[in-house]
């Protein structure tokens, strides 16, 4: 009898500790750890997409390692100073959804002073070119969308429009303004039809829990923008190697906006579409998730972003990016070094 209550007791203890492990459950030691990490504080997060843009960075000379690592909910939290400011470092892996975990995992977790997200990313803007380093003042989200049924236009309102779930302020995309091969010169109809984009719903900790507000363009936090003007001097990488150069000088430069969506953009008319309708430069799978993020929880951020192609193709040398992924990682990373450098004086 004492045997069966024992025997019931330890499955019953496993099954709860199963069900916690599978539920993202932190360990004691883990919990510690971070407890621990902590007291360290405050620190400037490094979101970063990918291992090959994390790469450059634990491997220069300007970035010294704690040897700190905290393993938890499949995110590795690397810790060091760069400097002398203390960081920690984050891969997020590809599109928003694992850009928004990341930076909440982050966030809430560990005590954060502000947030820098770097990069590379394609290109919208035909005055920017492959190697060049651009930082937006504005990031939107363009990828959430009221789609509209064939038939209907710019005069017809939104399904739960009047409830305030969806709007027409923003703007739309009609898919029939871009048919090919009309020689007749008349305007055809297209049953895709159009397209609204619209803001994402956030919930800021400072407000009522529940009540959502709108956000479409988030902007970066004012002082962040302005030490990274003091940037656009530094030199940047133009070669991979001493047969392949870049054709342009790459340079730092501020602009106004750039845009995210987990869409790998390859096409020159919608390339063409978001920049005359956004003025937007870099496009890219991450960094709109890690603004509004920022945004609902109040942390000061700014993205880092190097170009690596012309999103659709362009010149020559554009749309290359398996040539020129490398030499935009190191810019970014040349850029984010000396971002650092100044945010710490």
């Known amino acids: 009898m004492i045997t069966s209550k024992v025997l019931y007791l330890f499955l019953s203890a496993l099954m709860l500790l199963s069900a916690q ?10 919990r510690k750890m971070i407890a621990k990490a902590n007291r360290d504080g405050p620190y400037l997060g490094l979101v970063i997409p990918n291992l090959f843009e994390m790469n450059p960075l634990l491997q220069s000379p300007n970035f010294t390692s704690s040897n700190l690592i905290i393993d938890f909910a499949g995110r590795r939290f690397r810790f060091g100073k760069v400097a002398k400011k203390e960081v920690i470092l984050v891969m997020t892996g590809l599109g928003m959804i694992n850009a928004g975990i990341t930076t909440q995992l982050l ?38 969308w009221s789609w509209q049924r064939y038939g209907q236009g710019p005069e017809d309102e939104l399904p739960l429009e009047s409830n305030g779930d969806y709007t027409r302020e923003i703007g739309y995309l009609k898919f029939a303004n871009y048919t090919a091969n009309v020689t007749d010169g008349r305007s055809y109809n297209n049953l895709l039809n159009n397209i609204w984009y619209q803001p994402e719903e956030v919930f800021p900790i400072n407000g009522t829990p529940e009540q959502r507000e709108h956000a479409f363009w988030v902007s970066v936090d004012p002082l962040y923008f302005e030490i990274s003007k003091k940037l656009e001097g530094l030199v940047l990488e133009g070669c991979i190697n001493s047969t392949t150069c870049l054709s342009t000088t790459p340079k730092v430069t501020t602009v106004q906006r750039g845009t995210s969506a987990s869409i790998y953009l390859d096409n020159v008319a919608y390339r063409s579409f978001i920049y005359n309708k956004f003025n937007v430069s870099p496009v890219d799978m ?4 890690v603004a509004l993020i920022c945004l609902q929880q109040i942390k000061p951020f700014i993205v880092i972003r190097a170009i690596s192609d012309l999103a659709g193709g362009g010149s020559a040398d554009s ?21 650092i450098k100044h945010l710490s004086n």
């Open 286 to 289: 991450e960094s709109a998730s």
């Open 319 to 339: 749309n290359e990016a398996d040539t020129f992924t490398s030499l935009a990682a190191n810019n970014s990373v040349l850029v984010l070094l000396e971002f």
């Open 107 to 144: 966030l809430s977790f560990f005590k954060i002073e502000g947030v820098v997200h770097y990069g590379i990313a394609g290109n919208a803007n035909p005055s920017l070119n492959i190697g060049d380093v651009a930082i937006p003042q504005y990031w939107g989200h363009t990828a959430l």
């Open 21 to 30: 492990q599978a539920n993202g459950y932190l360990s004691a030691k883990t």
